[in-house]
């Protein structure tokens, strides 16, 4: 039994696609009907967005599967789109992951690299048969592909300065993910440590990323 919340939520992004749809046919030129199918399944919502193909009279009938996309029925958290011509997407197999890995990520739901990405490293641990190997391997794929877990194309891992555990797990848990976001708050970010941590290990911990910070500066420019 689906929530009265999520039909509402299911119901506005079909709107969305619609309208993504309708436009997408003016401009190019298509003259058949369009439709949006939902299926609910393994506790997933899969949305697929299709037009009939009247372009092209040799494949009269056919219809052209434009968006597709899995939502988690419980969540709605959105899976990116595994065909969608609206926004472009990275496969996860670019990755070259192992296919044990590979599995492991898409039955979480997760499509493409860009979802994979929105995950931070904690976030990303919690996937099920997903230990520290795995992780590994993801983030190394990740690296040699200038993608980073919890942040843009390009950024640099808090995994590169080489973190203590503690100082590692408390930026995790404030959503500190990247070198860039740690810049970013300079020198916010003592204050929102300081906060959320005893004063003792805080003093550890601040001391260590600075140092840190300053090391691997010097070494990147």
Request: contains cysteine; hydrophobic residues 30%; negative net charge.
């Amino acid at each position: 039994m689906i929530r009265k919340e999520t039909e509402d939520k299911i119901t506005h992004k079909c709107e969305e696609i619609a309208t993504l749809l309708e436009e997408y046919k003016n401009f190019n030129g298509y003259q058949g009907k369009s439709c949006i199918e939902i299926i609910i399944k393994d506790g997933f919502i899969h949305v697929d967005a299709k037009v009939d193909n009247d372009k092209d009279p040799a494949s009269s009938g056919n219809t052209y599967l434009l968006y597709t996309a899995k939502y988690n029925a419980e969540t709605m958290h959105e899976c990116k789109g595994i065909h969608n011509i609206f926004n472009d997407v990275t496969p996860l197999s670019t990755l070259k992951l192992s296919e044990r890995t590979e599995n492991a990520i898409r039955r979480a739901g997760i499509e493409s690299v860009e979802e994979l990405c929105e995950m931070g490293p904690r976030d990303i641990r919690t996937i099920r048969n997903f230990g520290e190997v795995r992780y590994k391997e993801v983030y190394e794929a990740l690296k040699k592909n200038s993608f980073c877990l919890g942040g843009m194309p390009g950024d640099t891992s808090i995994d590169e300065i080489g973190l203590s555990p503690n100082t590692y797990n408390e930026l995790l848990k404030n959503g500190i993910y990247t070198v860039e976001k740690i810049k970013k708050y300079y020198p916010e970010y003592t204050k929102k440590i300081l906060i959320k941590t005893n004063t003792g290990l805080a003093d550890k911990i601040v001391k260590e990323l600075e140092e840190k910070m300053e090391r691997f500066t010097s070494v990147t420019g």
